[in-house]
C-alpha cells in the first residue's frame, strides 16, 4: 500500500530524486527504471519517488519519454509509494503541459523547478508556478533551487504561493534554513530537504522530510535517520548523519549528481547506465574513489568490476 500522506508531509517523507537508466546505445532503459524504482521502494525504504527531475536528466529526456518513463515507474510502485512527476521548465506553457501529461499517466503530484536561464522577476515566479498549479488537480512541490536557476523564490513570493491549495510544498536546495523557519512558521507549506549535505539540520528546522540523490544508495538508512530523529531520538539521527558523512561527500561534492550517483548504482549492480551528452560517464579514477568511500560509509559494493560504457 502507499504510504499515508497527511498535511505535514504530502508526499510522504523518505523520496529520492531518481536517475533515468539509459543503455549503452542512449536509448531510455524503461524496464531498468521500473527495477530500480521497485529496488528503491522495497528494498531502500522510499515513501516516494521523484521522476524526471535533474537527477532523471530531464533536460536532455523528450516529453515522450518523460512520460513513458513515468507510466513504467507508476505501474512497478505506485500502488505502494508516490509517484511525483517532473514538469517545470523555463516556458510556462510547456510546464502546463508536461502538467497535464503527468496527471494522465498517473503521477501523484508535480515537482516544478523556478524557471531557469531567462531569470525571471519575482512577480514572474508568482504567475508561473499559479499557472501550472491551476493546469491539473495535482498537488504541487516547488523547487527553489537559485544554484542552477539563477533565481531564488523569495520569501514574500512563498507565502503568497503557500494561499494557492495545490501547492503545498518545497523542495529547498538553497540552504536559507532561516527564510524557510519564517515560511513554516506563516503557513502550511511543508519543506524538504533538497541538499543531502544539510538533511539532519532540515529535519531540526521542522522539514517534513527528504528528497535525496545519496538515497538511491542509503535510502533506508536515511529514512531511519527521519525515523529516529522524530521520534526523539537525535542521538541516533546524528550517528546516522556521521556514518554517511563519507557516502554523501563522494556522491555530492566531487562532480555532477546524476554522474555521480549512476557510477554508484553501476559498482551496486543496479541500473543506472550511461548519462545523455552534456554530461559525461564517471572515470574509472572517480570510480575507484567512490567504490573506497561507499565502502567506508557502511555501503556493500559488489566486487564485480563496473562494465565499461560508451564514452
Same mark, same amino acid.
Given at each position: 500500500m502507499a504510504p499515508s500522506t497527511t498535511?505535514?508531509?504530502? *508526499?510522504?517523507? =523518505?523520496?529520492?530524486? =531518481?536517475? @533515468?537508466?539509459?543503455?549503452?546505445? &542512449?536509448?531510455?532503459?524503461? #524496464?531498468?527504471?521500473?527495477?530500480?524504482?521497485?529496488?528503491?521502494?522495497?528494498?531502500?525504504?522510499? #515513501? /516516494?519517488?521523484? $521522476?524526471?527531475g535533474t537527477t532523471g536528466?530531464?533536460?536532455?529526456?523528450?516529453?515522450?519519454?518523460?512520460?513513458?518513463?513515468?507510466?513504467?515507474?507508476?505501474?512497478?510502485? /505506485?500502488?505502494?509509494? $508516490?509517484?511525483?512527476?517532473?514538469?517545470?521548465?523555463?516556458? @510556462?506553457?510547456?510546464?502546463?503541459?508536461?502538467?497535464?501529461?503527468?496527471?494522465t499517466a498517473g503521477a501523484d503530484g508535480l515537482l516544478v523547478v523556478t524557471p531557469y536561464y531567462n531569470k525571471p522577476p519575482q512577480e514572474g515566479?508568482?504567475?508561473?508556478f499559479t499557472a501550472?498549479?491551476?493546469?491539473?488537480?495535482?498537488?504541487?512541490?516547488?523547487? #527553489?533551487?537559485? &544554484?542552477? @536557476?539563477? $533565481?531564488?523564490?523569495? @520569501?514574500?513570493?512563498?507565502?503568497?504561493?503557500?494561499?494557492?491549495?495545490?501547492?503545498?510544498?518545497?523542495?529547498?536546495?538553497? &540552504?536559507?534554513? *532561516?527564510?524557510a523557519s519564517t515560511v513554516m512558521a506563516a503557513t502550511d507549506l511543508a519543506f524538504y530537504s533538497g541538499d543531502d549535505n544539510l538533511n539532519l539540520a532540515w529535519l531540526a528546522m521542522g522539514a517534513a522530510g527528504f528528497v535525496s540523490v545519496v538515497g538511491h544508495v542509503v535510502g533506508a538508512d536515511l529514512h531511519e535517520m527521519i525515523d529516529a530523529y522524530r521520534a526523539g531520538d537525535v542521538g541516533r539521527a546524528l550517528e546516522i548523519h556521521r556514518r554517511l558523512l563519507p557516502v554523501v561527500t563522494a556522491i =555530492?561534492?566531487?562532480?555532477?549528481?546524476?554522474?555521480a $550517483?549512476?557510477?554508484?548504482?553501476?559498482?551496486?549492480?543496479?541500473?543506472? /547506465?550511461?548519462?545523455?551528452?552534456?554530461?559525461? #560517464?564517471?572515470s574509472p579514477e572517480f570510480a575507484a574513489r567512490l567504490r573506497e568511500d561507499l565502502t567506508i560509509g557502511g555501503v556493500k559494493v559488489s566486487e564485480v568490476s563496473v562494465p565499461e560504457v560508451d564514452r
Amino acid at each position: 500500500m502507499a504510504p499515508s500522506t497527511t498535511t505535514d508531509a504530502p *508526499f510522504g517523507r =523518505m523520496l529520492t530524486a =531518481m536517475v @533515468t537508466p539509459f543503455r549503452p546505445d &542512449g536509448g531510455v532503459d524503461y #524496464d531498468g527504471a521500473a527495477r530500480l524504482a521497485t529496488h528503491l521502494v522495497d528494498e531502500q525504504r522510499h #515513501d /516516494g519517488l521523484v $521522476v524526471s527531475g535533474t537527477t532523471g536528466e530531464s533536460p536532455t529526456t523528450s516529453d515522450e519519454e518523460k512520460e513513458r518513463l513515468l507510466r513504467a515507474v507508476v505501474e512497478a510502485v /505506485g500502488d505502494r509509494a $508516490v509517484v511525483v512527476a517532473g514538469a517545470g521548465t523555463n516556458d @510556462t506553457e510547456h510546464s502546463r503541459k508536461l502538467a497535464r501529461q503527468a496527471e494522465t499517466a498517473g503521477a501523484d503530484g508535480l515537482l516544478v523547478v523556478t524557471p531557469y536561464y531567462n531569470k525571471p522577476p519575482q512577480e514572474g515566479l508568482l504567475r508561473h508556478f499559479t499557472a501550472v498549479a491551476d493546469t491539473t488537480g495535482l498537488p504541487t512541490l516547488l523547487y #527553489d533551487i537559485p &544554484g542552477r @536557476t539563477g $533565481v531564488p523564490i523569495q @520569501t514574500e513570493t512563498l507565502l503568497r504561493l503557500a494561499e494557492h491549495p495545490r501547492i503545498v510544498a518545497v523542495k529547498d536546495a538553497k &540552504g536559507d534554513l *532561516f527564510a524557510a523557519s519564517t515560511v513554516m512558521a506563516a503557513t502550511d507549506l511543508a519543506f524538504y530537504s533538497g541538499d543531502d549535505n544539510l538533511n539532519l539540520a532540515w529535519l531540526a528546522m521542522g522539514a517534513a522530510g527528504f528528497v535525496s540523490v545519496v538515497g538511491h544508495v542509503v535510502g533506508a538508512d536515511l529514512h531511519e535517520m527521519i525515523d529516529a530523529y522524530r521520534a526523539g531520538d537525535v542521538g541516533r539521527a546524528l550517528e546516522i548523519h556521521r556514518r554517511l558523512l563519507p557516502v554523501v561527500t563522494a556522491i =555530492m561534492t566531487r562532480t555532477q549528481g546524476a554522474i555521480a $550517483v549512476k557510477a554508484a548504482l553501476n559498482l551496486l549492480g543496479l541500473p543506472g /547506465g550511461t548519462v545523455r551528452a552534456p554530461l559525461v #560517464d564517471a572515470s574509472p579514477e572517480f570510480a575507484a574513489r567512490l567504490r573506497e568511500d561507499l565502502t567506508i560509509g557502511g555501503v556493500k559494493v559488489s566486487e564485480v568490476s563496473v562494465p565499461e560504457v560508451d564514452r
